[in-house]
């Protein structure tokens, strides 16, 4: 374990009172429908911007970023039911809730009920807030052993899956599925109805099936069909939740205009822009300048070698952070190179110094058309694995993603 040193953690990051101009957003001033309080259970979050769970991704300093800037409801990644029945496991820093976390939930998925179930009455023993049930994850290895989305294909596995899980908790238990397994096996409908049948608190609809890569647009009609079968289940508090290519206000309203949902999950559209969050609250919040941008990384960056202790890992483990915050401003080809090898808290400090120093302290993330459309904001062409450390980016429970 290679401690931080005391000048990185003194000197380097950016001060608290500097910090804290920059994130305070004050949901009450919103004037977007996501502004509104969601009951999940007995679970009141306090809007309805929620973070999916990203395998490799969504650990406690990301979530903290994304929750400043405003994210709801936050999520661990998805873990295996096997993993659950490890110790050293359990006790990953990639499963530790922060203190400062207002509210936490957390995805398992399992290759059968029984497995569901006591992966469900070990996560019932955590902190978390609310549990969900993973039916979407496409990861061959983990469809292989009737994980992920192979439940998909059997519906009254559905069915007896959240029967058996609900029995194990009195948390909030709530699925996130696909529109299908494959192309030709688009049996959201039926899935909707189970859930709702079966009492899930609330249900994400992930536009796309097993099948689809991020090319195809998620399918909003699609969606729609699903929540208005949800609809007509005579559950007024089921929450159905929608996702699929949101980046910003404007796909966020398409959303929930197009499908009726009741909130709108984050994926990709948060790597690199936990300013997403501020967006989807306030549509007139400007994206960040370039101070900004400097100080939001580097507080990530000190959250995150905090975390997790030892500062090299910490170091090889953000640089697929780096990648992604460094898009929407000019100059950015020379900073991603340099950032995609930072051996470093220093040199990160640096190259960022030096990337703020190129350009005009008030210019806009993405406010040139140039970097607009080559950042967040063209679904297809961000693929986040391609930018991931297979070896760093490990995730702990199930060797790959969801
Ligand atoms: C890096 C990465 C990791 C993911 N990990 C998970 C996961 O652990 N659990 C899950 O339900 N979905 C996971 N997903 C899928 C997303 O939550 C989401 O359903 C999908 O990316 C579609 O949303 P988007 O088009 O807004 O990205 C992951 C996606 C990415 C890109």
Redesign the pocket.
Known sequence: MAPLAKREKGGLFPSRDVVRTFHAMPATESKTPFARPLRIGSLEIPNRVLL???????DAPFRRICQEMGAGLTYV??LSSASLQSAPKRESPRLRRDGAEPCLGV?ITGPSAESVAAGVTTLDAMPYDTIDI?M??PVRKITAHGAGCAILRDPERVSRTVTMAMARTSRPLTA?IRLGYDVDNRNAPEIVRRLAAAGVAMICI?G?TRTDN?GVP?DLQAIAAAVAVARAEGRPDLVVVG????FDPVSALRMLETTGCDAV?????ALGNPWVFRHLLDPAAPHPLPAEWRAVILRHLEYHCAHYGDVNLAVRTFRKHLLWYARGFPFMRRAREALSTVPDVQTIVNVLDHAVAETDPGLHRYATEQHAAGGHHH?GDFE??HD?DRHADRAVANDD??
């Open positions: 999916a769970p990203l395998a490799g991704v969504s990644e998805m995805q993973n979407g994850c996130k992930h796309r991020y998620a996702n699929g290519d949101i999950m984050v994926s990709r559209g679904a986040p694995k991931m993603h969801g």
